[in-house]
């Protein structure tokens, strides 16, 4: 048990007999009136987001969460499968859990899998990903009309506004919260 006040980004709650994860919270002190938490939440299997509101200080449920460091080896069908590193433990996630993860997922990528009585929660990813350019048009000179970025395809299959100066073959950093480019990879 935890109360609205040690609320976290992250963090599942269990409301009704079913797993909300807090997608975004904000504490709220009115001039008038009690405190309360302003909260987005996720539910962790049909993925729909519902704001909720609470009173400060009230108690609230929290699942016990197990996250694993894996990695992901190579998609099957439907499936990701990834291993877990200390196990060598094998395991199938359906793409309906990877979710937008797979748009930054390459071949023996490093990610942590969250399990709540092993059944997969999530697929958090490192905050950026180096990925290669497969395929982008030439960039023009003076061409402003697109502020400076052109859209280029990534190795995931995934697309991303870079600078005009980038081409095919340049690895580059990916945000994987927001999609967007971050800077050339340096390795």
Request: charged share 25%; proline share 4%.
């Amino acid at each position: 048990m935890a109360t609205t006040n040690d609320l976290k980004n992250g963090m599942v709650l269990v409301i009704d007999g079913q797993l909300w994860q807090v997608v975004e919270f904000q504490h709220v002190k009115p001039g008038k009136g009690p405190a309360f938490v302003r909260t987005k939440i996720r539910n962790v299997l049909s993925g729909k987001n519902i704001d909720r509101t609470f009173n400060a200080g009230v108690k609230v449920e929290t699942a016990t969460v197990d996250r694993r460091d894996m990695t992901y080896l190579y998609r099957d069908g439907a499936d990701y499968v990834f291993m877990d590193k200390n196990t060598y433990e094998q395991v199938n996630i359906p793409e309906s859990v990877v979710a937008d993860a797979a748009n930054y997922m390459v071949e023996n990528q490093d990610a942590i899998v969250a399990f709540h009585d092993d059944q997969v929660l999530a697929v958090e990813l490192p905050a950026t990903v180096v990925l290669e350019i497969t395929h982008t048009e030439p960039g023009l000179q003076g061409d402003r009309s697109s502020a400076g970025t052109k859209p280029a395809t990534v190795e995931t299959g995934y697309e991303v506004q870079v600078p005009l100066f980038l081409e095919e073959g340049t690895r580059i950093k990916v945000d994987t919260r927001s999609g967007e480019y971050t800077g050339r990879a340096n390795d």
